[in-house]
């Protein structure tokens, strides 16, 4: 017996010396050290010898145990050791590598005009103000001075839920949620910004788009005070040389009406591509807020009087940008989004 305990330890040692990993050296210990394994069943045999025998048996196979496992052990510690030392020989980092690039997010130029705008007017002591997209047709157009069978209201065909619900065609409604919220208290003065729709759709057209709208009644707002606004904010936007130019028009909610231009700031005047040579270039419309629009939402015309504008963003952004289709602004074709 004693001989067999020999033989299995010099066997083990053997063994566990090539164990290759730490899998298989457990593996080795289980089946050495284990509750089924060799030295136990050697311990369980122990009963057949005689009470001489046993103790010096079972001595032998006590030392034989501490000995196998201290051996296990030390292979333990320098297994371990190895596979670290190939661990971090795999995930060394090359301090010689181009570091990574990080992909910074920026702001699209619809964006970038709309702030512009919106920095000018908080300037000029207005207040933003929004409306919703989907808009009842009151007010899209009835309190917009277009009563049902307008025919102006051919101008501004649009997308509808149904009779009294529409995707907004302009931002002008707003004009109307905020008077009616604040009649009739003066001044009114607000900057709108935001999404409209219209069925149109071509370089210069989309039938989604921004519009800024701009609105401001108080005692004796004159056309003058319109021209003098829309001024600083074409000289900030485009430059302080600009000019403007009126033009008569027609909204069915300004009386009397203008669409604007401004001086071409590619030619300065003179005619170039970019104004068909005529030196002016058309920015946005605006008149003189119309006494019935005035009176449907809760002012009296007799005691004050407004401006409003409306000004497409795309078409600012375009300008600016020198930017000749209007479906990059939509397509989110990184190249083009990172030039701004
Ligand atoms: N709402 C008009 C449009 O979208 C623009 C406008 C606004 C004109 C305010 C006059 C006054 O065409």
Redesign the pocket.
Known sequence: MLQNLSNIKEKAVKTIKEAADLESLQEIKVALLGKKGEISQLSRSLGSLSAEERPQMGQAINQAKNSLEHVINEKMAELQKAALAARLNEEAVDISLPGREFLCGGKHPLSLVREEIEEIFLGLGYKIAEGPQVESDYYNFEAMNLPPEHPARDMQDSFYFNEKLLLRT?T?PVQARVMEKQAPELPVKIISPGVVYRRDDDATHSPMFH?A?GLYIDKKVTMADLKGTLLIMVKKLFGADRELRFRPSY?P??EP?AEVDISCFACGGAGCRLCHGTGWIEIL???MVHPHVLEMSGYDPELCSGF???VGLERIAMLKYGINDMRLLFDNDIRFLNRF
């Open positions: 302009h002008s519009q709208e909204f909610f300004t009406s419309g605006s008149g409003a504008f409306g």
